[in-house]
């Protein structure tokens, strides 16, 4: 099953690398990973998605709990949540494929960000399944280059993951 964890750790140098590094000593692939301050500059928020089932993924976030830099975790794979990823697409295109290109950019409510003598490159925002079809799309006229961002996920409604939100603090204890 794939979990998507947010996960608050202090702005700290080597934060990133103590958290990467407890999911490489438990075997685990991160399949994406997003992190950036929050609304609280002293404050980074992780988006982690990574395959496991519950058993072994609850193992993984009483290790993260044991990091002195981990404040609070939530998995939110069982709540109702808004994610999304970015990619950036430069394409081989000619000027006798441009208009297709463009055409299909559109109907992915894509943005074309740049425009070579024989490329295009195409931003899109979405979930995981959009951003695969666009490039599905595009990968017939040559994909010369492809970079994915991590996915980013809010809670829908009011439920939050900030340390004001409704969720459980670094003891597991409910906020």
């Known amino acids: ?7 608050l750790v202090e702005n700290n140098p080597g934060v990133l690398a103590r958290v990467a590094g407890l ?9 994406s990973l997003a992190v950036g301050t929050t609304e609280n500059p002293t404050i980074s928020r992780m988006t982690i998605v990574v395959e496991g089932d519950d058993l ?14 981990v404040i609070k975790i939530n998995d939110l794979t069982s709540d109702e949540y808004v994610g999304r990823e970015m990619v950036l697409i430069k394409v081989n295109a000619g000027p006798a494929e441009r208009a297709e290109i463009m055409q299909i950019a559109d109907i992915f409510r894509a943005r ?14 979405g979930d995981e399944r959009k951003v695969r079809a666009l490039e599905e799309s595009l990968r017939p006229f040559g994909i010369k280059e492809l970079v994915r961002t991590g996915k ?7 439920k939050t993951t900030s340390l004001d939100g409704n969720g459980k ?7």
């Open 152 to 158: 980013v996920a809010v809670l829908r409604g009011a």
């Open 1 to 7: 099953m794939r979990h998507t964890l947010a996960v």
């Open 169 to 175: 603090n670094k003891k597991g204890e409910e906020d």
């Open 23 to 31: 999911f490489s000593r438990r075997g685990f692939n991160i399949d």
């Open 112 to 125: 074309i960000i740049d425009l070579g003598r024989r490329s295009v490159t195409i931003e899109c925002t």
């Open 56 to 69: 072994t993924l609850e193992q993984v976030e009483k290790q993260l709990h044991k990091l002195v830099d």
